[in-house]
């Protein structure tokens, strides 16, 4: 049973350009999480995810951000017009239930030049 | 809002060494507590946790006790090895998995 996959793990943009980051829940899973980790800080929740629901979106910037978890397919966090502040690490995790244990991905490292 | 403190790295041990990572948190309500682990190109794995106070969590030789007087969950472990370096991660949790709050991170390095 393969881990969370996120892909890609590297990802460079120039400032205008749009990221998307996709995440591959364990099998199974229907719970799927995104956090952010920008430098020198710790892991920020941003939303939470089931099949084609957005449960929780609180720590999603307002502009700019979204994400979505289709029924087929993985999971995608999607920046427009990415800035140089938006440079960070992005986590996805997933779990079973959204009280059992979490499993995250080796995230993918996003740099806006 | 809720956040947690972690000890700032990275730290560097001799292999058999005693460790300590420290973790102090500020939350409402009573929070679970965990502590995560990254190993080199791999991604976080939970490593222990606990739901209430004065519990021990414990997996692979370490150990945290959640101290709600000291609002704390420190990391120990007697004897490190090698293969324990890694970047360690507390975090705090109040609604199950989502909206985990975490700490900076404290990158491990154990020497031979």
């Known amino acids: 049973n393969a881990g969370v996959m996120q892909n890609p793990r590297h990802l460079v943009r120039r400032r205008g350009q749009e990221a998307r980051l996709r995440c591959s829940p364990m099998?199974?899973?229907?719970?799927v999480y995104w956090y952010r980790q920008l430098p020198e800080e710790g892991l920020k929740f941003m939303v939470y995810?089931?099949?084609?629901?957005?449960?929780?979106e609180s720590g999603m910037p307002k502009e700019r951000f979204s994400a979505e978890f289709p029924k087929e397919g993985p999971s995608i966090l999607r920046i427009q017009q990415v800035v140089r502040g938006d440079s960070a690490a992005y986590f996805c995790?997933?779990?079973?239930?959204?009280?059992?244990?979490?499993?995250f991905g080796q995230g993918t490292r996003l740099t806006v030049v | 809002g809720d956040s947690v403190t972690q000890m700032e790295g990275p730290v560097t041990l001799s292999e058999e060494a005693f460790l300590t990572i420290n973790c102090t948190y500020t939350?409402?309500?009573?929070?679970?507590l965990f502590w995560y682990v990254q190993y080199p190109g791999e991604g976080l794995q939970l490593l222990l946790k606990?739901?209430?106070?004065?519990d021990k969590g414990s997996n692979k030789g370490f150990e945290a006790t959640y101290r709600k007087e000291t609002t704390s969950f420190h990391l120990e472990k007697g004897s490190v090895q090698v293969s324990d370096s890694a970047v360690y991660f507390c975090?705090?949790?109040?609604?199950?998995?989502?909206?985990?709050?975490f700490g900076t991170g404290t990158r491990l390095t154990i020497i031979p």
């Open positions: 995790a997933s779990s079973l239930t959204d009280k059992t244990e979490a499993f």
């Open positions: 975090a705090l949790g109040n609604f199950g998995n989502e909206k985990l709050t």
């Open positions: 939350a409402t309500g009573y929070p679970s």
């Open positions: 995810l089931q099949k084609e629901n957005i449960i929780d």
């Open positions: 606990a739901t209430k106070a004065d």
């Open positions: 099998k199974g899973h229907s719970h």
